[in-house]
């Protein structure tokens, strides 16, 4: 569900924090260097990454390109691969027959089950292809906002960690608890008090 969907999800964030000057070069070249890195062919089974906000499968941060107006746009990409159990459990008996074969033994030790099963997941995981998950993002330097187009624990999860570690600029999600901390400028014992709030019910009709 992106930005352009006639429905969308929003988890809202404030910026912590400034980056070096100036802020255009420094927000390509952190979107540059943790960009999606494509795992076709290889072992990895989960790769996070920046990506286009308009070619999010062929990202390209050159110039102004992840710049609209005033904000930063671009999306966070996770791609996964997902191998079924079942297609794991059969690759496995296949390579166990194959290996009983070779040394004429009824069956193989614990740690020769779980070599196999390793090798098996290994190979899996070059052949099978790994699936996009996009999410846009819409970012506000200058009153250090930001709109996630998810809310999904998972998805939020991820911006949280890379956006920290591209950026190295904490995001606070915002809810009521937080939006009201940050708002209004409590006291140690007011937060205290608001920590201890609990949620209640709206009034029945």
Known sequence: MGL???????????????????????????????????????VS?????????????????RGSSFVIGTHFVFSLRVDKKSIPSSVVKKHCAMETARRLAQTKRPYLSRDEK??????VISVLSRRIPATPNVYDLIWNYEDSSLWFFST??????ELETLFFKSFQVPIIRLFPYTTADLAMGLSDTQRDILVRLSATLGAKE
Not at 114 to 119: A, G, L, S
Request: aromatic share 8%; charged share 35%; with cysteine.
């Open 45 to 61: 089974v989960k790769t996070v990454g920046w990506t286009s906000f308009d070619k999010p499968f062929n990202h390209d941060f």
């Open 152 to 157: 999904l624990k998972s998805a939020n999860e």
């Open 4 to 42: 352009l969907s006639s429905t969308v999800s929003i988890t809202r964030y404030r910026v912590e924090g400034k980056l070096r000057k100036p802020v255009l070069e420094t927000v390509a070249e952190c979107l540059k260097e943790h960009a999606i890195r494509e795992i076709e062919d290889d």
């Open 114 to 119: 779980r070599v196999v099963k390793e090798h």
